[in-house]
């Protein structure tokens, strides 16, 4: 057993050897991922396209990792990666990341987590708390401050991700293809995409990435802001978040709810409006998970 000035000197001696590891840490969507180097106090962030498993076979993923994430690296050889990525919910999945992150940074401790786990860490952090995706997709869960205990289905761009930019791109679509735009939006919208009908459809059931596609026309809402029609679209589609989602979970009455993700963060006052009509109390609303997880995995 080890006596009480060694325990402290062992201590002083871990937090100076944790100090000293290079860890890279990853947040990945659908769209983009972000991954931190994180290097003693130094970190900075490097860009690629998404980590789906879903969307990029085993090979794609890692022509990603070496073309695009390794050559923007000044060092490549990180001591520790913490991967959190979306479709990595599933076992299989996260057992593929995990094997090509070994294979592509070979010597260092890799995990592999789900999305979800990340934005609820980097949001909760230690502390129960009601935590939301709104990005590409959505999802949500109830966390107890250790683990997730409750979580919502998720059933894709398809069948659900209410409240979503592939959700609420959806119903710009639709708004522009069955003629609800009043005039000045249809023009608009003519002049900024310069697409009918069959380009569209082409995009949504026949090209890879439609729940990309389909969210891109969010920027087409954060541009008409003020529009009634846009506004009720922006109302309507995160609502329906909080309806089918949010309001479900009893501990929402109790606990904050945070929102990580840029529909989330750019559309926040419909988000903090709707989170007050709901009497639920708003937390934190962060447009990128990765500060929130630095911030854990120092902790």
């Known amino acids: 057993m080890l006596c009480c000035a060694t325990k402290v000197r062992f201590l002083i001696y871990l937090s100076f050897t944790f100090a000293g590891m290079a860890v890279l840490i990853a947040d990945s969507g659908s769209t ?24 990029l076979t085993p090979e794609k993923m890692e022509e990603v990792i070496n073309t695009e994430l390794k050559s923007q690296m000044k060092r490549t050889n990180p001591d520790a990666i913490h991967f959190y990525g979306t479709g990595n919910k599933d076992p299989r999945n996260a057992k593929r990341t995990k094997k090509i992150l070994e294979k592509t940074f070979p010597g ?32 949500s869960c109830f966390y107890n401050g250790k683990k997730i205990v409750k979580n919502s289905p998720g059933l894709g761009y398809v069948l659900g ?112 409006s709707l989170c007050e009509a709901y009497g639920l109390r708003a937390g934190k609303i962060l447009k990128s998970p990765i500060d929130g997880l630095v911030e854990y995995h120092r902790r």
């Open 108 to 139: 260092a401790e890799v995990t592999v987590n789900h999305d979800l786990l990340g934005i609820t860490r980097a949001s909760c952090q230690h502390e129960p708390g009601i935590a939301c995706i709104l990005g590409t997709g959505s999802n």
């Open 161 to 272: 991700d209410e409240g979503s930019g592939a959700y609420l791109g959806r119903k710009v679509i639709q708004y522009y293809l069955y003629d609800i735009f009043e005039k000045d939006l249809k023009e608009k919208f003519h002049r900024k995409y310069k697409v009918d009908a069959a380009d569209i459809l082409d995009h949504v059931y026949k090209q890879p990435l439609p729940n990309r596609y389909l969210a891109s026309f969010t920027m087409f809402l954060s541009e008409n802001r003020g529009h009634y029609m846009i506004e009720n679209i922006l109302e309507d589609g995160l609502n329906d978040f909080l309806y089918y989602h949010v309001s479900r979970y009893p501990e929402s009455a109790k606990h904050p709810v945070h929102f990580v993700g840029s529909i989330g963060y750019y559309f926040r006052d419909v988000v903090l």
């Open 32 to 55: 983009k991922c972000e991954w931190r180097w994180v290097d003693g106090r130094k970190n900075a962030s490097i860009f690629t396209q998404g980590m789906s498993p879903y969307f």
